[in-house]
């Protein structure tokens, strides 16, 4: 018999747990979940986990330093980040300490699962998205051009990128209007691109 894979959620929001536990247990994941950054830590340490999904706000414990534990003490866990528009920077630095992915509240149970699946490839499955430098300056060509588009993408982060298939470092990039980055996967931007990528750079969600 395979064994579920194991499922741990970390978020003080109870309405949160409950519903990550009922999507991923739909779909034959093995779900605990937990209030307490600090209960969540321990637990997930002292216990096997495929994955972890915490939030990145936690009043009694910081997600980033759940994140960092669990990159030294299990370096085999996967992890997936949930974050508000307030921590998306937060949540591009923990993309830095190898964390699978990010979604943004409030979330759907499709773009939950997507998270998750893609997170627990394993290595002799097909590997993780490369990088499509195309479709990146694609993203902000329109984003440049297209008024309507572009202030969507302002304004709601990265659920407007649902649905298109950029690895999490490109989206993480976009939403976080880290020009350096996309200039060097994808070439030189246009003065407009530029210009899009400060405005969401200097955004107030920020």
């Keep these: 018999m395979v064994r579920a894979r194991r499922i741990l959620v970390v978020d003080d929001e109870p309405i949160v747990n409950e519903s990550c536990r009922r999507v991923l247990s739909g779909h034959g994941f093995d779900v605990d979940t937990t209030q307490s ?3 969540g830590v321990t637990r ?5 986990f495929d994955l972890v999904i915490t939030d990145l706000k936690i009043p009694d414990l910081d997600g980033m330093d759940i994140v960092r ?26 993309m830095g300490l190898g964390v699978s992915d990010y979604i943004e509240k409030p979330f759907t149970p499709e773009q939950l699962r997507e998270a998750v699946e893609q997170a627990l490839v394993t290595p002799d499955e097909p ?3 490369e990088i499509d430098a195309e479709l990146v300056r694609d993203v902000l060509r329109r984003a440049s051009t297209d008024p309507s588009f572009g202030s969507r993408l302002l304004a709601e982060g990265s659920r407007v990128l649902y649905g298109l298939a950029l690895c999490p470092e490109a989206k993480a990039a ?3 209007g880290d020009i350096a980055w996309i200039e060097t996967q994808c070439g030189e931007l246009s003065a407009e691109e530029r210009d899009w990528l400060e405005q969401r750079l200097q955004a ?3």
């Design 204 to 206: 107030e969600i920020w």
């Design 127 to 129: 590997p993780q998205l």
């Design 44 to 48: 997930a340490c002292a216990q096997h």
């Design 69 to 94: 534990t669990l990159r030294a003490q299990r370096p085999d866990t996967r992890i997936v980040i949930i974050t508000g528009y307030g921590t998306v920077p937060s949540a591009v630095e923990a």
């Design 37 to 39: 950054g600090r209960d």
């Design 174 to 176: 976009i939403v976080s």
